[in-house]
C-alpha cells in the first residue's frame, strides 16, 4: 500500500484493517501522534487526512484516501507552524504528551476558521484531553495565532497593494 506522508511517498506491507496510528509508529517509526486511549476518545493520535483531523488510532490504513500531515509535517524548525510559534509563545506544554495532537486539532481549526469564538475554539477542542490541564494556555495561544494569521495575511496585501502601484 502506498501512502503520501508529509509530502513523502512510502510504501508500507500492513494488513488493511491496522490502525494508521500503528503503521506511522511502528512501521515508518513517525512518533510524533502518540497513543492515548485507542478509542478515539483523547486526541493524542490526531493528524490530518487532506487537512482534516482525524483519530489515527482508530482509523483504518486502508482507509486513507489521500495525504497525511503529522506534527512532524505541520512546520519545519526554520519555519514553525503559527500555532507551534504560539504555542511555544505561550509555553503551553507540561507534561507534553497530548500536545501534538492538541497542536494538530488547533491548525486544522485555524484553516478551517480563522476568526474563531470562544465557543468554536471549546467545540473544535472539545476531543482533546490533557490530563496537566494547559486548557486555559492552549485557548490563548489558539487565539495569539488566529491574530498572527490575520496579521501576516495583511501584510501580504498590503504588500501586493504597494507592489501594483
Ligand atoms: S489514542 Fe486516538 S483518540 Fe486517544
Ligand atoms: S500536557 Fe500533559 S497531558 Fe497534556
Known amino acids: ?3 503520501v ?8 506491507d500492513v494488513a488493511p484493517d491496522m490502525p494508521l496510528l500503528w503503521v506511522l509508529r511502528d512501521e515508518l517509526n513517525i512518533k510524533g501522534p502518540k497513543f492515548g486511549c485507542g478509542i ?3 486526541g493524542a493520535c490526531t493528524v490530518h ?10 482509523f483504518p490504513v486502508s482507509a486513507v484516501n489521500g495525504n497525511i500531515t503529522t506534527i512532524e509535517g505541520l512546520g519545519s524548525e526554520s519555519s514553525l507552524h503559527a500555532v507551534q ?4 509563545e505561550h509555553q503551553v506544554a507540561q507534561c507534553g504528551y497530548c500536545q501534538s495532537g492538541q497542536i494538530m486539532s488547533a491548525a486544522a481549526l485555524l484553516e478551517k476558521n480563522p476568526s474563531p469564538s470562544d465557543q468554536d475554539i471549546d467545540t473544535a ?3 482533546n484531553l490533557c ?5 486555559p494556555r492552549i485557548k490563548a495561544a489558539i487565539k495569539s495565532a488566529a491574530t498572527s494569521i490575520h496579521e501576516s495575511e495583511l501584510e ?3 504588500h501586493d497593494s504597494v507592489e501594483e502601484v
Open 40 to 42: 478515539a476518545m483523547c
Open 156 to 158: 501580504i496585501t498590503q
Open 85 to 88: 510559534k504560539a504555542w511555544l
Open 49 to 58: 487526512l487532506n487537512g482534516h483531523p482525524i483519530r489515527s488510532c482508530s
Open 125 to 127: 477542542m472539545s476531543g
Open 131 to 135: 490530563r496537566c490541564g494547559t486548557y
Open 5 to 12: 506522508i508529509n509530502n513523502n511517498e512510502h510504501e508500507v
Open 1 to 3: 500500500m502506498k501512502l
